[in-house]
DNA sequence: TCTTTATCAAACAGGGTGTTGATAAGTCAA
DNA sequence: TTGACTTATCAACACCCTGTTTGATAAAGA
């Protein structure tokens, strides 16, 4: 679990274990790596990884829970003020460190990533900053092409949360709900670009 | 793949399988599943399983595609015209259905879901729907517990597109995209929401 | 230097995997 | 309905991966 305190067999084991897995990873599926595969490239006895995970998904849990505690940790050095600009540069923090470690992160976040992953994510992102947004002017028309993605994905967590709710909403609720929030984004969207853009 | 022209024992075969692999995909995680698990809960042949899947994650595409069929199926229903309010009835639809299929859409849509059966889903929607939608008056306060799932999970979306993109817009663009989609949403949200309903 | 402990090779039972040819059930035409 | 043809299902097989244990070795830390 920690790594602080880990002596530095350990901090090499696992530094070549996570290595060759991905690399394994930027290959095939996690389903279709076995512990002895990840240990052949990274040439560790396959008790040592025993020694420290159960399976390839508590590895990659383990990996997980390393990159969040690090997010947390570029979110945690911006506490002190609460001020707009500050946060814009909170964020982009965040994005940066992403692009640092942009190998896995790219595994994780990208089209066949981990779902559950990406919402821990966000959570502390959402949770710390966005939560006490200030209003500070007018949506960019260069960011058109990002209102479809950030709709799209919108609507994922609305139903996860009717599912979630063991839909006790109708259907006919959640339809109507489902088409105002859409309908009423992209109102603002034709709203906040009058110079004259298309998109798609 | 197809399912029309399937034997009488197929049909047989590939139902019992399904209903004791959705049974089994209640208690755990898929990658703790094993085929040898699943045809003794159906009382079938492993070798039969194996002369229609590769495995269970290739057990699970077809299953999605069965639904993704199905849904897109009803959405055709309703091509022929495309009034604002008949659109309304199209996402009725799609909600009815999942919730008809609630057992095996719970598993696909919820927490631990599968993220790319959601994007599958709802790129589909949003293509026959949502893109030609009409403005037709301002949100409902009620809906308001789904506008931070929406916000949420709209952020993926957004990251996703970066990490598909290359990361080629600087994470300094992205902290703005970001501040600026969640702060224009709840701007609108503020601004939407004046009156006192409630609803359950 | 001395103590601690992580890694390793080897070996093990156990279980899951994927494929074989034999058997039985389904399909269709007469 | 009968019979011939087709094909899905089955039991049995050999193989590989798993997860754990052993004691020996050597590297780390104090």
Redesign the interface.
């Known amino acids: 679990m920690g790594s602080k305190k880990d002596d530095r067999r350990v901090r090499y084991t696992k530094m070549v274990l996570k290595d060759s897995f991905i690399t394994l990873l930027e290959k095939k599926?996690?389903?279709k790596i076995s512990i002895k595969e990840i240990c052949e490239d990274a040439d560790i006895n396959r008790a040592t990884f025993y020694a420290h995970y159960n399976d390839q998904?508590d590895f990659m849990n383990q990996i997980q829970n390393e990159l969040l505690k690090n997010i947390e940790k570029h979110l945690s050095a911006f506490v002190q003020n609460d001020l707009?600009i500050v946060?814009?540069?909170?964020?982009?923090q965040?994005?940066?460190y992403?692009?640092e470690n942009?190998r896995i992160?790219?595994l994780l976040?990208?089209?066949?990533?981990?779902?559950?992953f990406?919402?821990r994510v966000?959570?502390l992102?959402?949770e710390k900053i966005?939560n006490n947004?200030?209003?500070?002017g007018?949506?960019?028309k260069?960011?058109a092409?990002?209102?479809?993605?950030?709709?799209?994905?919108?609507?994922?967590?609305?139903?996860?949360?009717?599912?979630?709710d063991d839909?006790?909403k109708s259907?006919?609720?959640?339809?109507?709900?489902?088409?105002?929030?859409?309908?009423?984004?992209?109102?603002?969207y034709r709203s906040?670009f009058k110079e004259g853009h298309e998109s798609?």
Chains 1, 2 share one sequence.
């Not at 946060?87 to 982009?92: G, T």
């Not at 976040?109 to 559950?116: I, K, M, P, Q, W």
């Not at 259907?171 to 603002?188: C, G, H, N, S, W």
Request: net charge neutral; glycine share 4%.
């Open positions: 599926d996690i389903s998904y707009p946060l814009a540069d909170m964020v982009e965040i994005f940066g992403v692009k942009a992160c790219k976040l990208s089209e066949r990533g981990d779902l559950n990406q919402k966000f959570m992102v959402y966005i947004i200030a209003r500070d007018a949506i960019s260069a960011d092409e990002y209102i479809h993605a950030f709709t799209l994905t919108g609507c994922i967590g609305v139903i996860q949360k009717w599912l979630n839909m006790k259907p006919r609720f959640m339809a109507e709900t489902i088409m105002k929030l859409t309908t009423v984004y992209q109102d603002l906040s798609r």
